[in-house]
């Protein structure tokens, strides 16, 4: 197969040196069946089964596979980013269709956190993987508590305050909230955008749909409980379910 492909590209080749000229469109594709071909081949020489920034759609050159190791699919294909919450708000940090490490993205999300404010925050609610040295010693230097257990073994005589972890986790459910929603209501789970740059105003979007949701549901409830309070309504408790529901629902 690798020889079909290398002679077909030196008989198209030929046309290009003899004044043949291709579109836009045709220009991009002929440069995707070269890089291809190269990656293919220098597998096939090396015997390997990776390649570095390997292609695996030809009309989608960008993807790269991303190994998750879940149950249900254990190699991801599509865009891959990082959302905080910061007072309710959620904000897309940083997204890439490489397979790069989230660790990395911490300190640059804190800087971002301080620039809005002018001060750090006192704790951050952060996932395991986010937990490396680096970052634990960037936030102590700060004053930050990063959530989350000690690195290593327990120490012997270790006094866990697990009344602050089980709060942390509670607060950090949040966040994993949002994902859910995206995915679930604001069409982050099923994008069928196919350039690259639709593809990452498409999550944009989805971020922005999330935020206008969760304002929209905070105005709502800010005039019912001033309702409530004016007319002294005792039965409270269907309404705010009911616009509960609402936020998640649309």
Known sequence: MLGFVKRDIKVI???????????EQQAIWWETIQKIYEQ???MYDSHTHSVQD??????????RPIVRGKAKASVEFGAKFDMSLDQGIARLEYSS??????SDILISTIRRYHDRHGYYPERVLADKIYRDRKNLNYCKQRGIRLSGPALGRPKKNEVR???TEDQ???????????FSQLKGCFGAGLITTKRKDTTLSSIALSVLALNLSQLTADFLRQILSSNFKSKQIKNRTFYF??????????
């Open 13 to 23: 080749q030929k046309f290009l040196d003899h004044g043949a000229h291709l579109t």
């Open 40 to 42: 293919q081949r220098d």
């Open 54 to 63: 390997r292609i695996v759609s030809f009309h989608q050159p960008w993807l």
């Open 97 to 102: 269709f490489d397979a790069y490490n989230e």
């Open 161 to 163: 305050d697990k009344t």
């Open 168 to 178: 942390d986790n509670a607060d950090r459910v949040a966040v994993e909230r949002g």
């Open 241 to 250: 379910n009911f616009f509960t529901k609402f936020t998640i629902i649309q």
